[in-house]
């Protein structure tokens, strides 16, 4: 048994050695790659098939996960706040031991669009070693964030470019995916 799950394991990993990654190159400077390429990405996402790229998806979201640590980098975390939706508000008071009211006051406010945010950045829930200290109950933004591996990446393609200027996952994706068109 023990020996069946080895070679089935290793079967896994020569078969994704098999495939032809993308460089470790295409990280390198990959925020002036993605702000020169945002029209590249736009008219790409505008004009793809929507079942052909959700198929790559998958593997594309877990080789980017593979090469890239989100905790050296935490700009998300910095520089974006995610939307609190009433279920997050419950979990998250309720495991900060407070009031949901008094949640709200001390961390969110509302934004134009009539969603609550977090009233200051970086996240106050983000340790200085990029650890977020409500991770097992945190947002469900926060939780899907990048989208690279939903159909939020075709959907929402303002946020998906939006994305790509400071998320190196999701510009990574949208690399791949630029690959194998």
């Known amino acids: 048994m023990i020996f069946e799950y080895y070679y089935r394991i290793q079967a896994l990993y020569l078969a994704a050695m098999a495939k032809e990654l993308l460089p470790d ?3 390198t400077n990959w925020q002036k790659k993605s702000a020169d390429r945002q029209k ?6 505008q ?7 959700l198929k790559q998806l998958p593997d594309l979201h ?3 996960f593979s090469k890239i640590d989100c905790l050296q980098c935490a700009a998300c975390c910095k520089n974006y706040s995610p939307r609190f939706k009433t279920p997050d508000i419950k979990r998250i008071s309720k495991l900060l031991r407070m009031k949901e009211g008094e949640f709200v ?6 934004d134009e669009d009539g969603d609550f945010v977090l009233q200051q950045l970086p996240c106050p829930f ?15 933004d926060c939780h899907r964030f990048p989208y690279t ?13 939006k994305n790509a200027t400071f998320c190196p996952i999701t510009y990574y994706v949208l ?6 068109k």
């Open 25 to 27: 190159s295409v990280l």
């Open 105 to 110: 006051e001390t961390y969110l406010r509302e």
């Open 126 to 140: 983000l340790g200085a070693d990029h650890y977020c200290s409500i991770y097992e109950d945190r947002p469900s």
């Open 47 to 53: 004009r793809a098939k929507k079942n052909d790229v």
């Open 62 to 64: 877990e080789e980017a």
């Open 40 to 45: 590249l990405y736009k008219q790409y996402l």
């Open 149 to 161: 591996d939903e159909d939020i990446i075709i959907k929402r393609q303002p946020l998906t470019l």
């Open 175 to 180: 690399e791949g995916l630029l690959k194998n």
